[in-house]
């Protein structure tokens, strides 16, 4: 029963933040279940690959659902987020075949630098003003959003993917999602307004968590029985976090969710050398 219950809370939680900000909720996830499943045996059979598969698997639905209500509310650039999945797909098939090769020790200290790294991207991401390096006309790219203000951005295929690539490696390897980077990507080098960054994000996450979950179930790192508690409550906590989007300053939760990384990631480096 208390296994239940932890996974209902893992899984809604990391839902409600990761549909909120748009980074899907892996980042939450996977150090969750290590620590909960490796570091205190309250889940039997967790190794950290078995965290990234079921993470991936997890970000399948949050990613839907998420999509699905921000398509609503006109938040999802389908035609320009489409050219990013051109470099995220195949990266994230790469990357969940990459981590078979990861030890408790190697993931540890590679996903807590990776935590330290998005907890500062984080922190700069609003200091940082947006490229205008790719400000020529056969770039641009217009999106009318659901109030009917018009936002110019630029979209360069090549750097689109060869960035989406990197990402979708790193999405694949750590069963993140991609979303703690795309989000930052898309507001500072390709200039996407907010609202739409984190709409267009989840519709990334959700095909890219398809793409890198083929790679986890195929390598058999997937708990299936932690899965159906996890996704029923992903579900109804995208939900929840797509509402909250409209109500709620979304910095509130970054400021939260930065806080946290940066101590899951300093605990996971210094856990590495112990």
Do not use: C
Not at 75 to 94: M, T
Not at 155 to 166: E, G, K, S
Not at 222 to 247: D, E, P, R
């Amino acid at each position: 029963m208390l296994t239940i219950v932890l996974l209902i809370i893992i899984g809604g939680l990391s839902a409600i933040i990761g549909s909120l900000v748009g980074i899907g909720g892996g980042i939450i996830i996977v150090p969750t279940l290590v620590y909960l499943g490796v570091d205190n045996d309250l889940l039997q059979g967790i190794t950290p690959q078995i965290a990234i598969g079921t993470s991936s698997v997890i970000l399948i639905v949050t990613g839907l659902s998420s999509t699905l209500g921000y398509l609503k509310t006109k938040q999802v650039d389908v035609k320009n987020g489409s050219i990013f999945l051109i470099g995220l797909l195949p990266g994230s098939l790469i990357g969940s075949i990459l981590s078979r090769y990861l030890t408790l020790e190697s993931f540890n200290l590679y996903f807590g630098i990776f935590l330290i790294f998005v907890a500062i991207l984080l922190m700069i991401r609003n200091k940082i003003k947006p490229l205008k390096v790719f400000d020529k006309p056969k770039y641009q790219r217009t999106y009318v959003d659901g109030n009917g203000t018009t936002y110019h951005y630029s979209v360069p295929p090549v750097i689109a993917f060869i960035a989406t690539l990197f990402i979708g490696i790193l999405t694949g390897l750590f069963g993140i999602g991609g979303g703690a980077l795309m989000t930052p990507l898309m507001l500072i080098v390709f200039r996407f307004p907010p609202h739409v960054a984190v709409g267009t994000s989840m519709m990334m996450i959700f095909f890219s968590s398809v793409m890198s979950s083929v790679g986890h179930i195929a390598l058999g790192h997937v708990a299936w029985i932690y899965s159906i508690v996890l996704i029923i409550a992903s579900y109804f906590g995208a939900k929840i976090g797509v509402k909250v989007n409209h109500s709620i300053q979304s910095s509130t939760v970054v400021n939260l969710l930065r806080t946290v990384m940066l101590l899951m990631g300093i605990y996971l480096i210094i856990k590495a050398f112990l």
